[in-house]
């Protein structure tokens, strides 16, 4: 059932993570829904990334690799996204991008079978695919690329790797990790998922769903900031199997050794290539601060009950907008994504007004659900804006069809 203003108020007045929304920098008046795109400021991101500037690379230089422990910053922010995702400590490190941890991961598991095949999902966020592409041709892999209903049945003796995003990055769709996990493992692949629309945002558990390689985005839900590194999880097991096609000097057994050859460190850190970026890491670590005494299971079923919200909200005041997203939670990430010819433009007519959320090609409004920082209001009031929006077309002036180069 829809909610009014005042019932919304209530539920957040009654929401125990009510008090988490002031670990972030909001603008005032602004109703954030693209935390599943680029997470909120988190409040102490700016002294901290200030003084790691100003107090150790200032007056520090080149001594804060030591005095500050900057080169332990990737395998310090691993062991803090891990208890996020259900790994331990030392199966998590925080280096580079999505797309090349993804690489990296590809590679080092494709050599552990002389399989033919990539299999993956069509319609699975594009750099994934470019990517999976990249490697084909570079290690002479076939890649297979699937309709989502057809990808488990697809499994078969040539399949080397699956490639899977666990929550689809359009509509919130998610694939059930341990019985999918499963199913590859019997057939003899391995699998590497995609964590990026779900770290930090659904409660995972790989290790109980026997998940071994894995990839995720640290700009997100782990409000990190723009670019912020991404983190790759390679199962315990596995990890001294496996070696980094990216051999740089950061995963080398002894980077300051200084010798021709290559020897990959121990465990995880052979993932590591060059010089960490200390200060998104630093940045990073902030926005990891604000889970502190959060659980994965209450910030979820938090999710749950915004999710409703928008929804019964949308079939009450928007019922031209039908809802691609699964409607059962376990079906689904935190995420919200609605149709429309011109989701663009009302996209845009939506920022005008201060509700923030964000349009996918070719027909999508798409809407983040945060709630370390979101409400039952914040979601009510965005609903009636839309709705007024549609009521008044206000979204047919012109200056809402303008696409910058980022949509």
């Known amino acids: 059932m829809a909610l009014t203003l005042d019932q919304a108020r209530a539920a957040d007045a ?45 007056r520090s230089l080149i001594k804060g690799w030591n005095e500050h422990k900057w080169i332990d910053a990737p395998a310090r922010v691993g062991a803090r996204i891990a208890p996020l995702i259900g790994a331990k400590p030392n199966e998590v490190i925080a280096a580079d991008s999505t797309s090349v941890n993804l690489f990296k991961l590809l590679v080092a598991a494709a050599r552990l079978s002389d399989r033919k095949t990539i299999l993956s999902e069509s ?42 995003t666990h929550v689809h990055y359009k509509t919130a769709e998610r694939f059930d990790m341990a019985e999918v996990t499963a199913k590859a493992k019997a057939a003899g692949a391995t699998t590497i998922w995609d964590l990026s629309h779900s770290a930090g945002a659904v409660p995972l558990d790989l290790n109980g769903d026997g998940a071994e390689l894995a990839v995720g985005c640290g700009y997100k839900y782990l409000n990190g900031g723009p670019g912020a590194p991404a983190f790759l999880y390679v199962a315990e097991h596995l990890q001294e199997r496996l070696g980094s096609p990216l051999q740089g000097w950061m995963g080398h057994a002894a980077p300051f050794a200084f010798t021709d050859d290559y020897a990959p460190a121990p465990g995880i850190a052979r993932f590591l290539a060059g010089t960490p970026p200390v200060m998104g890491l630093e940045a990073l670590e902030a926005g990891l601060d604000a889970f502190d005494g959060v659980t994965m299971e209450r910030l979820w079923s938090k999710s749950i009950e915004l999710f409703d919200i928008f929804h019964a909200n949308m079939e009450a005041h928007c019922p031209e907008l039908p809802c691609i997203t699964p409607r059962w939670h376990e079906k689904r990430g935190s995420h919200i994504s609605f149709r429309h010819p011109h989701a663009f433009e009302l996209c845009q007519a939506l920022i005008a007004q201060n509700v923030i959320g964000d349009f996918r090609a070719p027909d999508v409004l798409r809407f983040g659900i945060t709630p370390l920082y979101l409400g039952a209001e914040d979601i009510v009031r965005a609903v009636d804006i839309l709705a007024r929006i549609l009521r008044d077309e206000t979204w047919r002036d012109p200056k809402f069809a303008v696409r910058g180069k980022v949509t």
């Not at 009654?14 to 602004?30: I, K, T, V």
């Not at 680029?38 to 990334?49: D, E, I, M, T, Y």
């Not at 690329?145 to 490639?163: F, H, M, S, W």
């Open 14 to 58: 009654a929401d125990p993570l009510r008090a988490c929304r002031d670990r972030f920098s909001l603008p005032e008046g602004m109703i954030y829904l693209d935390g599943n795109s680029l997470g909120a400021l988190p409040a102490g991101s700016a002294a901290k990334v200030a003084n790691l500037v100003e107090a150790q690379w200032g």
């Open 123 to 164: 319609g699975n966020f594009h750099t994934d695919l470019h990517i999976a592409a990249g490697v084909a041709n570079l290690t002479g892999l076939a890649l297979d690329i699937a309709p989502r209903a057809q990808v488990e049945k697809r499994i078969g003796a040539d399949t080397n790797l699956l490639l899977l």
